[in-house]
């Protein structure tokens, strides 16, 4: 069973474009959203993340949206550049247990 | 903190051969996890640990995989005997679980069975 369900797959952007990517998730037990962000060769590693009683949070360039009701969060990347280019895993967790989805793999057209 | 170290980086085997990763956690931290990454499946939790006792094994592919924590600064993973559908990147992260669950990865080992 897919706890955590992401889209797109595959994303492409022009450099300073808008990235989006989009998660559900099923278990309303989940209490935490953490985004994580993987270059080539590297583990993930924490991106950004909320906590569902907020509704948005914005660090730089980075935003999640997140809608409790409907179960969803998505990241928002801003003036997408070059080396934004990697794999977006989103990820939904509580206490020790941490669910990822499949990954988006982000390309920005330089 | 060096991090999260997992060694081998790379390990090509023969199938049905014994494959043993292994991974230190970053200090203090008391919960341990190991992911496998692949194309098809993204990021996979296999097993994760919390104060060296397993806590939940569910995603364990099968038989052939087992893993340890005999303290709170190593685990192994292993695969016995290894096949080539387990090909794949296996990950170590470790958190320390006193409010929100931030996990910090490894490298990771590139396993290949031939």
């Known amino acids: 069973q897919q706890q955590v369900k992401q889209s797109p797959q595959s994303l492409i952007v022009q450099k300073g474009g808008i990235s989006i990517i989009n998660c559900a998730y099923e278990?309303?037990?989940?209490?935490?959203f953490p985004w994580y962000q993987q270059f080539p060769g590297k583990g993930p590693a924490l991106l950004i993340a909320?906590?569902?009683?907020?509704s948005e949070k914005k660090e730089g360039r980075f935003t999640i949206s997140f809608n409790k009701s409907a179960k969803q969060f998505s990241l928002h990347i801003m003036d997408s550049q070059p080396g934004d280019s990697a794999t977006y895993f989103c990820?939904?967790?509580?206490?020790?247990?941490?669910?990822f989805g499949k990954g988006t793999r982000l390309h920005i057209l330089p | 903190d060096a991090g999260v170290i997992q060694s081998p980086r790379h390990e090509v085997t023969e199938m049905g051969q014994e494959v043993t990763l292994r991974c230190k956690p970053i200090s203090g931290h008391n919960s341990l996890f190991w992911y496998r990454q692949t194309m098809m499946r993204g990021l996979e939790l296999l097993i994760y640990f919390n104060n060296n006792v397993p806590i939940d094994d569910s995603g364990m592919p099968e038989d052939r995989f087992s893993a340890k924590m005999p303290n709170a600064s190593f685990s192994t993973l292993k695969i016995q005997p290894s096949e080539p559908r387990d090909s794949a990147v296996y990950f170590c992260?470790?958190?320390?679980?006193?409010?929100?669950?931030?996990?910090?990865f490894g490298q990771g080992t590139r396993l290949t069975v031939v």
């Open positions: 278990n309303t037990a989940f209490d935490y």
């Open positions: 909320i906590r569902p009683d907020v």
């Open positions: 990820a939904a967790s509580r206490d020790d247990k941490i669910i």
């Open positions: 992260a470790s958190s320390f679980t006193g409010g929100v669950t931030e996990a910090f």
